[in-house]
Nanobody, 121 residues
Framework: QVQLVESGGGSVQPGGSLRLSCAAS????????IGWFRQVPGNEREGVAC???????WYKQSVEGRFTIPRDNPKNTVYLQMNSLKPEDTAIYYC???????????????RGQGTQVTVSS
């Protein structure tokens, strides 16, 4: 059974940092593309970062240089390290995969429940 569980969200001030975790079960994270997405209620979902099976990484332009997407294969977990956070980063963040594609972006066939990130002073 494929399962993705996000954690690590919270409230931070502008300029702060958070690390989101995406713990996977039912498949191996280094075999398929895993993406981080975010959505503000009422707005369209947007891709934030993605790591392919062979480690090729893509970032949304507005987060490049501030976010990274490390992968821990023994823990079967993909992270989203978010630094220099801005109010416009406020959203529900979730990870997703389709356990089909090895290159980014994956279809959102499987996703976690999401974790709220709020950046505010």
């Amino acid at each position: 059974q494929v399962q993705l569980v996000e954690s690590g969200g919270g409230s931070v001030q502008p300029g702060g940092s958070l690390r989101l975790s995406c713990a996977a079960s039912g498949f191996t994270v280094d075999y398929y593309a895993i993406g981080w997405f975010r959505q503000v209620p009422g707005n369209e979902r947007e891709g934030v970062a993605c790591i392919s099976s062979d480690g090729i990484i893509w970032y949304k332009q507005s987060v490049e240089g501030r976010f990274t997407i490390p992968r821990d294969n023994p823990k079967n977990t993909v992270y989203l390290q978010m630094n220099s956070l801005k109010p416009e980063d406020t959203a529900i963040y979730y990870c997703a995969t389709d356990i089909i594609r090895r290159l980014c972006p994956p279809k959102i066939d499987y996703r976690g429940q999401g974790t709220q990130v709020t950046v505010s002073s």
